[in-house]
């Protein structure tokens, strides 16, 4: 005899129920006065019924017998036998069981008794061990079952049969038709049913599931035992692509939990809550970036070091050689060295950032390249963005300045274009007026075109009534016949030092030199501040660090920085000083004990009063900044208070 399955028990009692429904339907569809009175073949079967319930098998047998017998044409003929195939299988005499069930298919074929009484001998059959008999009945059964409850059961026994025979991958495929078919109800037994068969494939047998199943939520179960075959077989980093690759194809899945916590686990074998990994190029074309930003994490190491409690820290350095198959090795190998979190790198970011995502280790970049916080969830970045600097800029123009009318004069290359871009978009999103775009070519040394076609002094005017439009311009009240057009309150101007020389004394030459400048991180150049003298009054300029700030913290970091190396630091001293910084205070507030409590962590940090400013994480992890403002003063730029 083989063993109850649960799958079966639930199955059996579900089909007495069904029985009694089907028969009370069929009373019901006769109309009859108030005082009720059954017809006789109904009146049989009910006393069967009797007989059943009190376990009179053998009374009930006949009665069903006679209700067959003597009325072979009735609704409830169909019922009878059913009863009495369910009475054979009770008293273990499972041909007659067979033969009584099948004569229901055969002499009834219109009667919705049909697929009760074809699953009940697919049960019958499993009950006695017959598990090939299983699987031949349900292959015969079309599946047009109905209903499909029905069809879920048939799909449900033989993937009991499979597996009792030995036959897992089959198991599955039929355990996974019946979830499909499966009411809400009844679908959780299934599926547990099938998740332990899952967990039971070969890697090999996994692999030629998924070569044949296509439903999105079927492949998730077989991809999660994949990933726990391949790390049975010591294959961890495959393990680990294979998790990386589910949870960026299912942002919802009954085990996704699960492969979040199977990738923590896989990523756990080596970790320590002191340890800070620096990922920098100490070698080839980023190096001197990498030389920077390492004086920076040092001093905020040595800073923290100086902490009661915090003597046990440690800071490993890897160098990314500038190149990305060593940025990558130098990521695995801060893994190994058990880093909580990796700073950096600066230079060969896409590399680095991919093996962090899949060694499942928080990476908190140094990079203004775009997009890079969307390799994955363990990765930040903390550096100033055009989008942040552009930001900056417009917000102080509109709600301090209280400026709305602008024109944009920018070269026309990518870092132009960009800044263009932005700066109209955001304009836009604070409802002001873009009033004139002027684009000029790498190379040029005359800008006077651009700026009088900003003007209108390019063109030839015509007359025209005051308030007309002429080339897309709205014409101020006063303004008859040729003559300059100045309907912008600031010009925004996203270049460097070398063509800002020779473009903004010629918009004091043409009589812009009362207007707004705006421009970007670029314009903050010592060279830059020689060269235009006594151009730079209105001029105002976001960066991401200023080393002359009133900010009692970044006095402190500039002196600390210059005692300990002899020089002013920059952006990048700066910048990565504040990251080390942030990333020390989480791993020292509360021990993590994984290293997704640190992405959780640093994704919740508010407001981290750095260097460079206030800093918080979005949830993409990139940083969201208050730069710094700066405001030309005569031959330098004097930061703004707003």
């Not at 100490?282 to 800073?303: D, K, V």
């Not at 209108?456 to 003559?483: C, E, F, H, I, N």
């Not at 190396?565 to 994984?594: N, Q």
Request: with cysteine.
């Amino acid at each position: 005899m083989a063993t109850e399955n649960p799958l079966v028990k639930r199955g059996g009692r579900a089909l007495l129920f069904v029985v009694l429904l089907v028969c009370l339907a069929g009373c019901g569809q006769k109309v009859y006065g108030p005082e009720r009175v059954l017809p006789e073949d109904e009146q049989l079967f009910v006393r069967a019924e009797e007989a059943f319930g009190a376990r009179r098998y053998d009374r009930a047998m006949e009665l069903y017998q006679d209700v067959v017998t003597r009325y072979p044409s009735s609704h409830v003929a169909a019922a009878a036998l059913l009863k009495q195939g369910m009475i054979y299988g009770l008293t273990e005499a499972y041909g007659k069981a067979d033969a009584v069930l099948a004569r229901v298919a055969e002499e009834y074929p219109e009667s919705p008794l049909v697929p009760v009484a074809l699953v009940e001998s697919m049960t019958l059959s499993y009950r006695r061990g017959d598990f090939p008999g299983v699987i031949r009945k349900g292959v015969a059964i079309p599946d047009t079952l109905s209903p499909s409850d029905y069809r879920m059961r048939k799909y449900a026994i033989m993937g009991d049969a499979y597996l009792a025979l030995g036959d897992t991958v089959d198991a599955v495929g039929a355990y996974f038709t019946a979830c499909e078919l499966a009411h809400p109800a009844e679908r959780r037994g299934v599926v547990a049913r099938l998740r332990e068969t899952v967990s039971n494939l070969t890697l090999p047998e996994t692999r030629e599931m998924l070569s044949r199943v296509h439903g999105k939520e079927k492949r998730g179960y077989l991809l999660l035992r994949r990933m726990r075959a391949l790390a049975e077989e010591g294959q961890g980093d495959e393990a680990l692509k294979g998790a990386v690759e589910f949870l960026s194809l299912y942002d919802e899945h009954p085990v996704r939990d699960e492969v979040v916590a199977f990738r923590e686990a896989l990523s756990q074998t080596h970790f320590n809550p002191r340890v800070l990994g620096c990922l920098l190029p100490f070698t080839g074309r980023y190096a001197e970036y990498g030389r920077q930003a390492r004086q920076g994490i040092e001093l905020a190491f040595q800073s923290m070091a100086a902490e009661p409690g915090h003597q046990d820290f440690q800071l490993i350095f890897r160098d990314t050689g500038s190149d990305d198959q060593r940025a990558r090795q130098a990521v695995r190998e801060l893994v190994e060295a058990g880093a909580a979190a990796i700073i950096g790198p600066v230079g060969n970011v896409e590399s680095a950032a991919a093996e962090a995502q899949l060694r499942g280790v928080p990476l908190v970049t140094m990079t203004g390249k775009d997009g890079i916080t969307a390799s994955g969830d363990f990765i930040f970045r903390n550096f100033m963005t055009p989008r942040m600097q552009v930001r900056s800029v417009v917000s102080y123009a509109f709600e301090v300045l209280g400026l709305n009318d602008f024109v944009i004069l920018y070269p026309d290359e990518p870092y132009g274009r960009d800044f263009m871009n932005l700066f109209w978009d955001e304009v836009g999103r604070y409802g002001g007026e873009i009033r004139g775009v002027e684009a000029y070519a790498a190379g040029t040394v005359d800008f006077s075109r651009a700026i009088k076609k900003l003007t209108g002094l390019w063109y030839a005017r015509p007359q025209v009534p005051t308030g007309m439009q002429a080339w897309g311009r709205v014409l101020p009240d006063d303004a008859k016949g040729s003559g300059q057009v100045v309907d912008f309150e600031a010009i925004f101007i996203p270049d460097g030092r070398k063509n800002l020389e020779m473009i903004l004394p010629q918009l004091a030459f043409h009589d812009l030199g009362g207007v707004y400048t705006l421009g970007t991180n670029l314009w903050h150049n010592r060279a830059l501040r020689k060269g235009v003298s006594g151009h730079l009054g209105n001029s105002i300029i976001p960066d991401g660090f200023f080393a002359r700030s009133r900010e009692p913290k970044v006095k402190r970091f500039v002196a600390d920085f210059r005692k300990a190396y002899g020089r002013t630091p920059d952006y990048i001293e700066a910048v990565a000083f504040d990251s080390a910084s942030l990333v020390l205070s989480v791993l020292s507030e509360t021990p993590p004990e994984t290293r997704g409590q640190v992405r959780d962590a640093l994704l919740v940090v508010n407001a981290y009063p750095g260097v460079t400013g206030t800093t918080s994480f979005d949830e993409t992890g990139d940083a969201d900044k208050a730069l710094t403002l700066l405001k030309g003063s005569r031959r330098r730029f004097v930061e703004v208070g707003r």
